[in-house]
Antibody, heavy 119, light 107 residues
Framework: EVQLVESGGGLVKPGGSLRLSCSTSGFTFTSYTMNWVRQAPGKGLEWVSSIDSTLTYMYYADSLKGRFTISRDNTKNSLYLQMNSLRAEDTAVYYC????????????WGQGTLVTVSS | DIQMTQSPSSLSASVGDRVTITCRAS??????LAWYQQKPGKPPKLLIYAASTLQSGVPSRFSGSGSGTDFTLTISSLQPEDVATYYC?????????FGQGTKLEIK
């Protein structure tokens, strides 16, 4: 069974940093591109970032303006999101999502971790 | 960047009704379009990919159509468990933009 489990969320002050993790199991992690998607309270889904299996390609939403960095450790079957210079508008549930191997739709999702940016 | 626009933003229908949600891309995306269902407090669930291919395990009352810029998600006979918010997503290339969502309720 495919499992994606996010962790690392919590309360952080504006300007602070946080590192999210997504631990995976039940599939060959090294074969899949992985993504982060976020959802602000009561709002829609916003794609955040993507990283391919070989760490060659990393893409980001323009709205992040270089504050977030995606990474992965294929030896630990884990995905990460380093978030710096956090703002109130970054408050959201952050989901990790797996891309299909052939196409780029998201076929598996974690349960999400809540990040709250507030003083 | 390509924008994805869904309509309507919310929808109320009766059990057994045929329901249609529309998604429009600001530029052509061929059939690189997915639909997701999200219930409150849960992560999104993939329903349809390649505009019209049903994900394994998804009830056959769900169907998708379209290509290029205009797409539809149809529920042939609405069931109480279909109450959710539905999102389209384009995946031809990054950014993998979602539509703003359509909240579906039972009348």
């Amino acid at each position: 069974e495919v499992q994606l489990v996010e962790s690392g969320g919590g309360l952080v002050k504006p300007g602070g940093s946080l590192r999210l993790s997504c631990s995976t199991s039940g599939f060959t992690f090294t074969s899949y591109t992985m993504n982060w998607v976020r959802q602000a309270p009561g709002k829609g889904l916003e794609w955040v970032s993507s990283i391919d299996s070989t760490l060659t390609y990393m893409y980001y939403a323009d709205s992040l303006k270089g504050r977030f960095t995606i990474s992965r450790d294929n030896t630990k079957n884990s995905l990460y999101l380093q978030m710096n210079s956090l703002r109130a508008e970054d408050t959201a549930v952050y989901y990790c999502a797996r891309e299909d191997r052939v196409y780029d739709y998201f076929d598996s999702w974690g349960q999400g971790t809540l990040v709250t940016v507030s003083s | 960047d390509i924008q994805m626009t869904q309509s309507p933003s919310s929808l109320s229908a009766s059990v057994g009704d045929r329901v249609t949600i529309t998604c429009r891309a600001s530029q052509g995306i061929s059939n690189f379009l997915a639909w997701y269902q999200q219930k409150p407090g849960k992560p999104p669930k993939l329903l349809i990919y390649a505009a019209s291919t049903l994900q394994s395990g998804v009830p056959s009352r769900f169907s998708g159509s379209g290509s290029g810029t205009d797409f539809t998600l149809t529920i042939s006979s609405l069931q109480p468990e279909d109450v959710a918010t539905y999102y389209c997503q384009k995946y031809n290339s990054a950014p993998y933009t979602f539509g703003q969502g359509t909240k579906l309720e039972i009348k």
